[in-house]
């Protein structure tokens, strides 16, 4: 037989674009590629090729290769099957201990060892819930990324299990790794309407770090070039043939070239596929067909326990199809060379002689799922099925949900749920088998799609009411439940609360069976627009009886979420200490970790709402511990640091406070609405720090994602009219050109304007953090005379939005604040606003409205004659705002000064530092606090580019801060000024 081509014809394109993913990896870039291609088109010799030139590579970090297989097994599919490969050759090649260092807490150690058994722990797993296993997988990668360049490579997407494809899709948007590069490689020919992989490519195609790589068809001159590199001297008329019969499909290129120049040419290209199988000897066409049946990829232990024949035999039959590049080794076990052999070989074989092999393969299955080893009864239930026997598939199935659920993964879950009502009716005692009714396995099927697939759901609950008896009470209550949940997904809200009152009409409020049912019910219509229940009271009305279900029903998850359905409404309208109490009573419950810090979250906002924000920086840290602690740090962690953030900022810990919103942002890429938060407060931060460019970047920038936010959510709508508000307002203050300056408050006026939306009145708690920009922009343009109609509606907004306030010390001194804008107007309103200086100086609104006070404080003395006051209220601002994060009331200090001839202390000092910086002896202190951002991003390891991304500035403007930053602190390169910061910067500890 002629020998194969050992070097790659044709894809020098396609391994330059793998090439560029590895140096953005080695370079800290993590990158993703998705390679794609037909059957047959060298996908997997691509990635031979591209694997065999990185290992070439030597220097540093160390190259560490991670590879999981796909495997084909239908619809249902064991759940994480090639992730579980991966994380054993991750295990095996960095050792125990460096693998449970990446894990960083016995509880991610825990959750890990679900997946992978060799990692033994006495240690407690996390709560269930696929989040805790996405981020632990998560954590060990991106710590392990730290020494190593970790190349993940994902094969045959096209047969990945719902649960991989979950966790590659938020592993692909969120990783953050230093060293990463992620391959994954899918059959486009198999993926056609409706297929799962479609969504979750549709998903990676809208993310900036993922790469699409098609492999098309050879040319003709490549196709030559291939076929005579395998032939060797066949002649042209042969050669000609094989160009015209392959179609420029490399693996048909390779079959036709190695044909026999005697042997007949195959008449289809299945013919084709199956040519070197026939050419075999029996005793090595039956190992082939046994390993077939198997799968493309076989463990040879496996092999020998299904084969029932001589295992000389079986093992001569072996090499011999090993020889003849039918099979080749795999690890411990043998695989097709490629997966068109083993699909021609399988249909190949005889009905009788599938059924047969697929039983033994079956039973061998079944002894280590009653064994222990739940995660291959999927696979066994498969093989069961192709040997058409139902009732043992159905138990396999019965025991493969029950695995999935248990291992986090609820759409394996639901297909296995689908798969056993199909087979309801086909089996004996299905009810005893599963240890279900019916409808409850119909509704907990639907449930598992809710979240993923609402009209699935829907489908499924709907038939589940078509088969349910009327005296199955709770079975019909359950289903209509589910087709309420199904409807409140979709925004139907009326839809909703019909399809709830079904069930509420179906369960008794007295009996303690039916209290949880009736809680989560309840639960929903409370979520409902009030309008739709009937108004605020009657709203409350529903959560007060839901939480009275809850109660009767004794479930801790059940209470918590009807109390934090009576917390919500009472945080939007102000009544802030009530929703307190109702957080504490959550505190207080035996709750999942995760539903712990879902409250929490809601705590810190109410917290920062009430002025307690020393109170919510330390709640967050405690929790954002608790995250880290069972691996949530990723997301929960993410969307309590930013909760703390904004404590932070308000606070006047700025540099801290921006730093933790801007590490925020990389997490927070899945999570659009806190994402959003996030950048609102950089973007607010940087507008009161006087970096109004860098302010107006980020909301240019982030235009689209903001809009489509503020469309859905109307805090992220009432917050970033906050920003406009402010921005302008700030931008206007002190400006020359009065024709400019009215141009900007008239944008603030417009801005300030949300809140004629009705839905800010009915929340005062939300539209609270506008009032004291539409105040301020109200009195600039009654200031400048600006258009009255418009001034006349913002007036009576304004009016309304502040009579709704609560009268708790928060709003008294934002109401402080309102009375001395309103009396700008008139006579110097001093006394206003030395009653607004006082409030604000109790620390409980955030800190640069007491510097604005002065200021507008310091602006009335100097226009009643007082000047020593007012010098002296100026020095303070100055020597205090830039490091509260208000440095343009600094500024505006310092423009009154010269404008009122007053000489004030600090008016020379640079911008952003400290009163007197100037002077400061060289070293860190000498920097500005851009400069400290700079610099701890430095030590941190990023690149100009990276440091321009993260700040929004551009590369050029970074590389001039680091060069300043050297030359002042006396470094001579990058490590040795990170050296430095490391030493004596301690100003924003590690999340």
């Given amino acids: 037989m002629p020998a194969r081509t050992s070097r790659m014809i044709g894809r020098d394109a396609e391994l330059a674009v793998l090439r560029d993913a590895l140096d953005a990896g080695r370079a800290g870039h993590p990158r993703v590629v998705v390679v794609r291609g037909e059957a047959g088109i060298g996908k997997t010799r691509l990635l031979q090729e591209f694997r065999a030139a990185a290992s070439a590579l030597g220097g540093t970090p160390p190259i560490t290769f991670a590879v999981g297989q796909c495997v084909d097994m239908g619809e249902i599919g064991s759940p994480f099957t090639p992730i579980r490969r991966l994380l054993r050759e991750l295990y095996a090649t960095v050792g125990d201990d460096v693998f449970r260092a990446a894990a960083q807490t016995p509880t991610v150690v825990a959750t890990l060892a679900a997946l992978l058994p060799e990692l033994t722990t006495d240690a407690t797993p996390a709560d269930t819930g696929a989040d805790y296993i996405t981020e632990s997988i998560e954590r060990v990668i991106e710590s392990l990324s730290q020494d190593h360049h970790l190349v993940v490579i994902i094969e045959d997407l096209h047969w990945a299990d719902a649960a991989t494809l979950a966790l590659l899709k938020t592993l692909a948007v969120t990783l953050r790794g230093a060293h990463v590069t992620i391959v994954m490689t899918y059959r486009s020919d198999d993926v056609g309407r409706g297929h799962p992989l479609r969504p979750v490519l549709a998903e990676l195609d809208r993310n900036r770090t993922v790469t699409g790589l098609d492999i098309g068809r050879l040319s003709p001159a490549e196709t030559v070039e291939l076929a005579r590199a395998v032939a060797g001297a066949a002649d042209t008329g042969a050669i000609d043939t094989i160009v015209k019969r392959s179609d420029g499909i490399p693996f048909f290129v390779e079959e036709l070239a190695e044909l026999d120049a005697n042997e007949a040419l195959p008449d289809t290209l299945r013919d084709l596929v199956l040519a070197r199988f026939e050419r075999l000897s029996d005793t090595g066409r039956e190992a082939t067909g046994l390993v077939a049946a198997g799968g493309v990829r076989v463990e040879g232990s496996l092999l020998e326990t299904v084969h029932d024949g001589d295992r000389e035999a079986l093992r001569a039959g072996l090499r011999e199809a090993l020889a003849a590049h039918v099979l080749e080794t795999s690890g411990e076990g043998y695989a097709f060379r490629h997966a068109l052999i083993q699909e021609a070989v399988h249909d190949d074989l005889l009905p009788s002689e599938r059924a047969e092999l697929h039983a033994r393969y079956a039973a061998a299955l079944q002894r280590q799922v009653d064994a222990g080893h739940a995660e291959v009864a999927a696979e066994a239930a498969e093989h069961w099925l192709a040997a058409r026997d139902l009732p043992r598939a159905f138990d396999a199935m019965v025991i493969a949900r029950r695995h999935a659920d248990s291992t986090w993964a609820p759409i394996t879950a639901a297909r296995l749920g689908e798969r056993l009502v199909e087979l309801w009716d086909r089996v004996p005692d299905a009810a005893a088998r599963t240890g279900l009714s019916r409808a409850q396995l119909y509704a907990d099927t639907a449930a598992a799609w809710r979240l993923q697939d609402s009209a699935r759901a829907m489908r499924l609950a709907r038939a589940g009411l078509a088969v349910t008896p009327a005296d199955d009470v709770l079975g019909r209550a359950q289903l209509y439940a589910e087709i309420a949940s199904a409807h409140g997904n979709a925004g139907r809200i009326s839809e909703m609360i019909t399809a709830v009152d079904s069930a509420l009409d179906l369960l008794d409020d007295t009996a303690p069976a039916h209290a949880l049912l009736r809680a989560r019910a309840l639960g929903l219509k409370v979520t409902g627009a009030a309008s739709a229940v009937g108004g605020e009271d009657e709203r409350q009305r529903i959560a007060a009886a839901a939480l009275h279900a809850a109660e009767l029903s004794g479930d801790a998850v059940a209470l918590a979420t009807c109390?934090?359905?009576?917390?919500?409404?009472?945080?939007?309208?102000?009544?802030?200490?009530?929703?307190?109490?109702?957080?504490?009573?959550?505190?207080?419950?035996?709750?999942?970790?995760?539903?712990?810090?879902?409250?929490?979250?809601?705590?810190?906002?109410?917290?920062?709402?009430?002025?307690?924000?020393?109170?919510?920086?330390?709640?967050?840290?405690?929790?954002?511990?608790?995250?880290?602690?069972?691996?949530?740090?990723?997301?929960?962690?993410?969307?309590?640091?930013?909760?703390?953030?904004?404590?932070?900022?308000?606070?006047?810990?700025?540099?801290?406070?921006e730093a933790v919103a801007r590490r925020c942002l990389d997490m927070l890429a899945g999570v659009p609405t806190f994402r959003s938060f996030s950048l609102r407060l950089i973007a607010l931060a940087a507008s009161w720090d006087d970096r109004a460019d860098e302010a107006e970047e980020i909301r240019r920038r982030e235009s689209a994602d903001i809009a489509a936010v503020q469309a859905e959510d109307p805090e992220e709508k009432i917050g970033w009219a906050e920003f406009d508000t402010e921005v302008a307002l700030n931008r206007a203050e002190g400006h020359a050109d009065d024709a400019v300056r009215a141009a900007l408050v008239d944008a603030a006026v417009t801005a300030a304007l949300v809140l004629d939306d009705e839905d800010f009145l009915q929340g005062p708690g939300t539209s609270r953090r506008l009032l004291p920009g539409a105040v301020r922009a109200l009195a600039e343009a009654d200031l400048l005379g600006l258009d009255v109609d418009r001034r006349e509606r913002l007036r009576t907004t304004v009016t309304a939005a502040v009579a709704s306030q609560p009268d708790d010390a928060p709003g008294r001194a934002f109401a402080a604040l309102w009375a001395a804008e309103s009396a700008r107007g008139g006579a110097a309103p001093i006394g206003p606003w030395r009653q607004a200086v006082t409030m604000a100086d109790e620390r409980l609104i955030p800190v640069r409205f007491l510097h604005y006070a002065r200021y507008r404080l310091a602006e009335s003395l100097i226009a009643s004659g007082d000047r020593d006051e007012a010098g002296a209220l100026l020095t303070c601002i100055v020597a205090d705002a830039p490091s509260d994060g208000a440095a343009v009331t600094a500024r505006w200090a310092r423009e009154l000064s010269v404008r009122a001839g007053l000489t004030i202390l600090g008016t020379q000092g640079t911008h952003g530092s400290d009163a007197g910086g100037a002077g400061v002896a060289a070293g860190i202190a000498t920097l500005t606090r851009r400069e400290r951002q700079v610099l701890a991003l430095v030590a941190e390891g990023l690149t100009n580019p990276q440091i321009g991304q993260r700040l929004f500035i551009s590369p050029k403007t970074a590389s001039v801060h680091v060069s300043a930053i050297l030359t002042k602190i006396g470094a001579t390169n990058r490590a040795e000024a990170a050296a430095l910061y490391a030493a004596e910067d301690d100003a924003v500890p590690a999340e």
């Fill in 563 to 657: 109390l934090m359905h009576l917390t919500w409404p009472l945080i939007d309208r102000g009544h802030l200490d009530e929703a307190l109490a109702y957080i504490a009573r959550i505190a207080a419950l035996d709750l999942p970790a995760d539903r712990r810090l879902h409250a929490t979250i809601s705590e810190l906002d109410t917290l920062v709402r009430a002025g307690r924000f020393d109170e919510a920086v330390e709640r967050a840290t405690a929790a954002i511990a608790l995250a880290m602690e069972v691996g949530l740090d990723r997301s929960m962690g993410a969307l309590l640091a930013s909760n703390r953030a904004e404590a932070l900022l308000a606070r006047g810990d700025a540099v801290e406070g």
